[in-house]
């Protein structure tokens, strides 16, 4: 089994910063992808930032430059750094991971349980 452990959300005030962390641990081979994704307050989840085993690096258009995403491999961590936060930034923000595990090494994807973000005007 895989466990992602996520913290670092909260509260702030428009215009400020925080950031996210997302360990994994558990039985598996490799981590291929890392992400984040949101699901704003009667909204459906969305893609915020996702970065390859590589380090290539995907974000959705609403966070581009103001959010980054950054992996530390030797500890299984994917972070999300979030600047100059909006209040429609507001929502559970959930990290995602596919990692190579089992006998066969299939692909198998989490999710984290989620972290509230509340950003106030």
């Known amino acids: 089994q895989v466990q992602l452990v996520e913290s670092g959300g909260g509260s702030v005030q428009a215009g400020g910063s925080l950031r996210l962390s997302c360990v994994a641990s558990?039985?598996?081979?490799?981590?291929?992808?890392m992400g984040w994704y949101r699901q704003p307050p009667g909204k459906q989840r969305e893609l915020v930032a996702t970065?390859?085993?590589?380090?290539?690096?995907n974000y959705a258009d609403s966070v581009k430059g103001r959010f980054t995403i950054s992996r530390d491999n030797a500890k299984n961590t994917v972070y999300l750094q979030m600047s100059s936060l909006k209040p429609e930034d507001t929502g559970g923000y959930s990290c995602?991971?596919?990692?190579?595990?089992?006998?066969?090494?299939?692909?198998?994807?989490?999710w984290g349980q989620g972290s509230l973000v509340t950003v106030s005007s």
């Open positions: 558990g039985r598996f081979s490799s981590i291929n992808a």
């Open positions: 970065i390859s085993s590589g380090g290539t690096t």
């Open positions: 995602y991971v596919k990692v190579v595990a089992g006998f066969y090494a299939e692909y198998l994807e989490v």
